[in-house]
């Protein structure tokens, strides 16, 4: 029988679990239908209420449930990234605790996987009804933004919950990297990935756990790691400063020359400003360019992705 591995992130969730659970057993002979066994990874993200409590509870119970607790909280992309590496199933899927990524969806992510040979599934939402309208204006700015700045496609809307076969989760185990934006990383890998769309569901039970500014920071985050464009500000500004200085430089030479405009210092002083400032930024702008050819070498990311071979050719 073949293994899936259903991860759950959770951080205070005491409120959302006892509804998860009955909501993923619903799922679990249909998989067993299908020759396929479930099994869940809890992963507590140093949660403070009852929710290790309510997971070992289960744990006891069933041997299909599994849990790792965190001795803080560390944030999702760690309890993404714990989960992940702990997952040994032939299929990996996140799910979120709050039931906002439906069960049911797994079920016909597989399907669609399995019958049209689809090596990721994801979920991606349509609407973000529910959702405050501040939270999705800066949400589609940020789409918009980050895939204009990186090579890495985004699709805005797409939710962690994806279902993967194994070597799919092998790849994204090989970027070991501290500062993860789990979004971008599935997307680094490649792999081909199949999304179904579906209509946002609002959480069933409790409070989201990212405040506004949380989600800035995050999306901070996930421009620094995927992108080395902010870097190479300095480099445009230090040009646009200098052409700037040459162009005034001109007006001043032509009015004192042609037209014999008295001489006047502070035109002078302001293009030597502009000259000097743009010289300066120009510099900086080029370290910039090292510094962020040493970044993405300190990632370690692996230059490709294989996604088939044909063994016996291999010498
Ligand atoms: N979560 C987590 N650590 C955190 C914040 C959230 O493991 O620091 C989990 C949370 O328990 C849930 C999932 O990540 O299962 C999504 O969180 P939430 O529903 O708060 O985010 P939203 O759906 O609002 O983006
Ligand atoms: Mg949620």
Redesign the pocket.
């Known amino acids: 029988m073949r293994k899936l591995t259903i991860i ?6 005491e409120e ?1 679990l006892p509804l998860l659970f009955p909501a993923i057993l619903e799922i679990v002979p249909e998989f067993e239908k299908r020759g396929v066994e479930i099994s869940l990874l809890f ?1 507590d ?1 140093g949660s403070t209420d009852q929710t290790l409590k309510i997971i070992k509870e289960k744990a006891k119970k069933d041997e299909s449930i599994h849990y790792l607790s965190f001795s803080r ?4 992309e760690a ?1 993404i990234y714990a989960g992940l590496t702990h997952a040994k199933g032939d299929y990996v899927t996140l799910i ?3 039931l ?1 990524d439906p069960p049911q969806k797994i079920l016909e992510m597989y399907d669609v996987m399995e019958k049209e040979n689809y090596d990721v599934v994801g979920l991606r939402r349509v609407t973000r009804k529910g959702e405050p309208v501040i939270r999705s204006f800066f949400a589609r700015r940020f789409y918009r933004l980050i895939n204009r700045i990186s090579k890495v496609e985004m699709v805005s809307g797409a939710r962690d919950c994806r279902l993967m076969k194994r070597e799919v989760v092998d790849a994204i185990l090989q970027m070991d990297e501290y500062n993860r934006y789990s979004k971008g990383l599935f997307s680094f890998v490649g792999f081909k990935t199949k999304w179904l769309e579906y209509e946002n569901v609002e ?1 069933v039970a409790g ?4 405040s506004f500014w949380k989600l800035f920071v995050y999306a901070i985050e996930g421009i620094i790691a995927f992108s080395t464009v902010p870097l190479s500000l300095a480099i445009c500004f230090g040009i646009l400063f200098l052409f700037l200085s040459f162009l005034l430089f001109l007006i001043f030479l032509i009015q004192y020359f042609i037209f014999h405009v008295a001489f006047q210092l502070w035109f002078l002083i302001t293009i030597l400003i502009l000259f000097v400032s743009g010289i300066q930024l120009f510099c900086i702008g080029i370290s910039s360019l090292y510094l962020a050819k040493t970044y993405l070498e300190t990632k370690k990311r692996p230059v490709y992705v294989i996604r088939e071979k044909d063994e016996t050719s291999i010498l």
């Open positions: 759950v992130p959770c951080y205070n969730e959302s992963v993200d909280n560390f944030g999702k309890a979120d605790a709050d906002q959480r409070q989201t756990k990212w």
